[in-house]
């Protein structure tokens, strides 16, 4: 199911990239003096792309579906309820909508019309669909600087789209208009200059947000290495790395060639060919990043993880331990009520929560069964089965470890 999930997050990363990359060359690349049937060849790529992301988003609903029910085909009932009564059902939800009201312009555009006036504005409306994505990802489960760590995230997604989603759509301009329209190494030059500009800045905004993004995520070298997340992250920086490089050279060595060619009106072969060799091999990195991205917001952050796994080593032998002393530290629960009844496999939690001296955060138990950690006083406990249940929380100190004579208990029915 994690393969799965991941390859269908990656997948939407792909293409949503590539439909804002269209757009981008469309927009800006281009020189202004481009031809307006390749500005319309990628605005017809754009509405592919766009409503291939729209199918996709619909296969990563039943995914989300399947997950509820422990890998079986999801009912309607079980979507309906992810759809309406969870924060990422509805956004995923708003998403669809707009992605589809986007199409609808797009749709209408009129071919007759100068495709250079209608592509930045259909640009700049793709911007909220990427953005969105935040509100969906770990950066959104965040309790301290929220929306810090959201915006972050969001111009991280922005920017990535607009590098990693224009490289292969640059690759396919540059080898559309060279070879089968027969345009001059000029004008070759001109667009490769025009997005060398855009990779610039979009390297340093992905090092400084993707830098911040993993001191959040991570927040330690164990966790870095030694949880499945902080490895996955590894290899993205690794690919990032690759692709800043190749980018390096594509600045100081494949521009300034194309340019030399161009001002002496020189039409060479080779350095056509070395041009759309170097800028595909960055493409395709680029095309990993986002595979490994996909991956990545699957994965539970590594610190999280870490402290999970620690945590739930505790709860192996939790009651033969002896609680520490609650210095003030105590707990009640308010929802569920002893006895009540809850349809659905998502049962919403609330408590009172007293830190005291020692006191960081709770663990939340299900029948004895670890099934979560909370720093606020309300959540979500989901794939809770039907039948009887009892649900015990007890405060926890900062190392994930301690847990403190501070707990309360309720029963609950799930049908």
């Known amino acids: 199911m994690v393969a799965l999930e991941a390859f269908v ?19 800006f690349v281009l020189p202004g003096d481009g031809p307006a ?51 990422s059902g509805s956004i995923w939800f708003i998403r669809e909508l707009y992605g589809a ?18 592509a ?44 990693a989603g224009g490289l292969p759509v640059l690759f396919w301009v540059l080898w559309r208009g060279t070879k089968r329209l027969g345009l001059p190494l000029t004008w070759a030059a001109q667009t490769v200059a025009r997005f060398s500009r855009l990779a610039l800045s979009s390297v340093a905004v992905l090092v400084l947000t993707g830098l911040y993004q993993s001191w959040v ?40 060639q194309l340019l030399k060619a161009g001002s002496s009106g020189s039409e060479e072969p080779l350095l056509r060919k ?14 990993f990043v986002l595979l490994v991205t996909g991956l990545l917001t699957v994965l539970p952050p590594g610190a999280h993880s870490r402290h999970l796994a620690q945590a739930t080593a505790t709860s192996h032998f939790h009651e033969e331990k002896k609680l520490e002393p609650a210095e003030g530290a105590s707990v009640k629960i308010l929802s569920p009520r ?8 998502q049962v919403p939690i609330h408590f009172k929560l007293v830190r005291g ?40 100190a900062e190392d994930h470890e301690t847990e403190l004579d501070a707990t309360d208990r309720v029963h609950f029915v799930v049908k």
């Open 101 to 118: 009201f986007l199409l609808l312009i797009m749709l209408g555009f009129m071919n007759g019309t100068n495709p250079a006036r209608g």
């Open 120 to 163: 930045p504005w259909f640009l700049f409306l793709s911007l909220p669909l990427v953005a969105s994505r935040s509100l969906m990802s770990h950066a959104a489960a965040v309790r301290e600087s929220t929306l810090l760590v959201v915006s972050a995230d969001a111009i991280h997604l922005v920017v990535t789209a607009l590098w």
């Open 357 to 396: 001296k020692r006191g960081h955060h709770v663990h939340t138990y299900v029948d004895g069964e670890l099934m979560g950690m909370f720093k606020s006083e309300k959540g979500t406990l989901t794939g809770i089965r039907p039948g009887q249940h009892a649900l015990e929380i007890r405060v926890v």
């Open 9 to 27: 997050s990656g997948s939407a990363y792909i293409i949503l990239a590539l439909f804002v990359g269209t757009l981008v060359a469309g927009s």
């Open 338 to 345: 002893e006895g009540e009844v809850m349809e659905g496999d």
């Open 274 to 287: 070395k041009t759309l060799r170097r800028i595909g091999a960055e493409s395709a990195l680029g095309f």
């Open 217 to 256: 995520h991570v927040q330690s070298w164990d966790a870095l290495f030694g949880t499945p997340y902080g490895r996955v992250l590894l290899l993205k920086f690794f690919l990032f790395f690759s692709m800043a490089v190749l980018g390096a050279i594509n600045l100081f060595s494949t521009k300034p």
């Open 37 to 87: 049937p390749l500005r319309r060849e990628l605005l017809s790529c754009a509405r592919v792309l766009l409503l291939a992301f729209l199918v996709v988003a619909v296969f990563s609903l039943l995914v989300q579906g399947a997950k509820l029910r422990g890998g079986s085909l999801p009912t309607l009932e079980i979507l309906t309820r992810y759809v309406l009564r969870t924060q």
